[in-house]
């Protein structure tokens, strides 16, 4: 059954730096998302990306965040300068459409600041 | 503010029981009803969706929507230690789902 995949499971980095979450989505899907749960709290929305385009963003997914599909595979998250609060885990997720369609999640990427 | 309700838990029931998980919706013009389990540590798993009023059962799940009281609920009948989890509810709002803090099950022997 095809899968959400994600790259690296476990990241960490120091405040200030920048750091590239990767994710492949499933090869039909057209839709792709970022989403955070930072320990203990809700998943949260970052960003939806439809035909090489962001197509909807969240407060959170302010200056510093920033998304491309650099090819026909991967999905990628950068976050130019890292701050403490931006420790949470950090998921992919796929859909064939937008409207109804149900979005699949990749397994995350454990980000931890320090 | 869009939100979406769920009573946090931990709710328990013994091995064989139903479990009954309840979530609540602000936006009285949501389409999509999703339910997801979540294992500690491990990310969100799609087990049910339900885009039209009353029940749509698949295996041992049955997802319940009711638009007029904004409610929808997901029902796991023969419940097994392995159905111990944490189950969060999200509604589609326009691209981005909104997801409540989840209800954690607890399937006890």
């Given at each position: 059954e095809p899968e959400v995949t994600q790259t690296p499971s476990h990241q960490v980095t120091q405040m200030g730096q920048e750091v590239i979450l990767r994710c492949v989505p499933?090869?039909?899907?057209l839709y792709f998302y970022w989403y955070r749960q930072i320990l203990g709290q809700k998943v949260e929305f970052l960003v939806s990306f439809y035909n090489n385009e962001i197509s909807e963003k969240s407060e959170?997914?302010?200056?510093?965040f920033s998304v491309e599909r650099p090819d026909g595979s991967n999905f990628t998250l950068k976050i130019r300068s890292t701050k403490l609060e931006d420790s949470a885990m950090y998921f992919c997720a796929s859909s064939?459409?937008?409207?109804v369609g149900e979005q699949y999640f990749g397994p995350g990427t454990r980000l931890t600041v320090t | 503010q869009k939100e979406v309700e769920q009573n946090s838990g931990p709710l328990s029931v013994p091995e064989g029981a139903i479990a009954s998980l309840n979530c609540t919706y602000s936006?009285?013009?949501?389409q999509s009803f999703f339910w997801y389990r979540q294992y500690s540590g491990k990310s969100p798993e799609l087990i049910m969706f339900i885009y039209s009023n009353g029940d749509k059962e698949d295996g041992r799940f049955t997802a319940q929507l009711n638009k007029a009281s904004q409610y929808v609920s997901l029902l796991i009948r023969d419940?097994?230690?392995?159905?111990s989890a944490t189950y969060l509810c999200a509604v589609r709002n326009t691209d981005k789902l909104i997801f409540g803090t989840g209800t954690r099950l607890q399937v006890f022997p």
């Open positions: 499933i090869s039909n899907h959170i997914f302010d200056d510093q064939v459409g937008t409207g | 936006d009285r013009g949501s419940s097994q230690p392995s159905d």
